[in-house]
């Protein structure tokens, strides 16, 4: 299980970018060995003025002065056990913080954290909370309404890393098929998922969103190419 930290420790990282109304993300990036690998945050503004923070990531003061103005953070989403690296300097800043994360992942993210809820309990009809289809309950999602369309925001379960930096990123992202190319399901995690077509399905329901305008995924690039139709394609590569 990876590791979290307790100290506020800051790595590489971009600044943030509008992706549309009320919603904001930036990209950073995890030193390894020969390389840095891709991850992103994302920041949902909630209709009572505050924000939720999907997989959160410790920044700069002047990027997390922006976050503050954007929204007191009011949420944060552990999308899996996997993501919870910051999650703990994030509840030690803003100890009013509610702390969401899926029921499979619950005893890793407590390891590091204190959990509020596994199910949705953020109360904006136009922001809502799932749990994945055949992660076993271990992954998550989240599903952001807009007037100008709908943004579904993901974290592992479909990949995009389209410029890894440094040869050891790039041979992890080609070795485990993080969507070099185009986006896909990587192969770490595959092997988590306990019902490839429960997945599939989840997939194809989100397809057919309204106005489904884009994926935003943790790794990393967002998907703005016919969301709906990678998909479809994606669930159909899990169901052959």
Excluded: C
Excluded at 41 to 48: E, F, G, H, I, S
Excluded at 75 to 87: I, K
Excluded at 125 to 130: A, H, K, L, N
Excluded at 199 to 206: T, V
């Amino acid at each position: 299980m990876s590791k979290f930290n307790t100290q506020w420790t800051v790595g590489p990282h971009g600044s943030f970018e509008e992706i549309d109304d009320g919603l904001i993300s930036v990209s950073g990036e995890i030193v390894m060995p020969l390389g840095r690998f891709p991850r992103r945050m994302t920041v949902v503004q909630l209709a009572d003025g505050g924000s939720l923070v999907w997989s959160a990531i410790a920044l700069s003061e002047p990027e997390m002065e922006k976050l503050e103005a954007f929204g007191a953070p009011r949420f944060m989403v552990v999308p899996n056990p996997g993501h919870r690296l910051d999650a703990h300097l994030y509840k030690s800043r803003y100890p009013a913080l509610k702390v969401l994360t899926p029921k499979g992942a619950l005893e890793a993210v407590s390891e590091a954290v204190a959990v509020d809820a596994t199910t949705d309990v953020i109360g904006d009809p136009d922001v809502s909370f799932v749990t994945v289809a055949g992660t076993d309950d271990a992954e998550s999602a989240l599903v952001v309404k807009r007037g100008g369309g709908t943004t579904l925001i993901t974290n592992d379960i479909i990949g995009h890393v389209t410029h890894p930096h440094g040869l050891g990123a790039t041979i992890m992202a080609h070795l485990f098929d993080y969507g070099v190319d185009e986006p896909s399901v990587p192969r770490t995690v595959r092997r988590f998922i306990k019902a490839p077509s429960a997945l599939a399905a989840q997939m194809r329901d989100w397809a057919d969103l309204p106005g489904l305008k884009r994926i935003i995924v943790s790794h990393v690039d967002p998907i703005t190419d016919a969301p709906a139709d990678v998909l479809r394609r994606l669930a159909d590569d899990l169901d052959g």
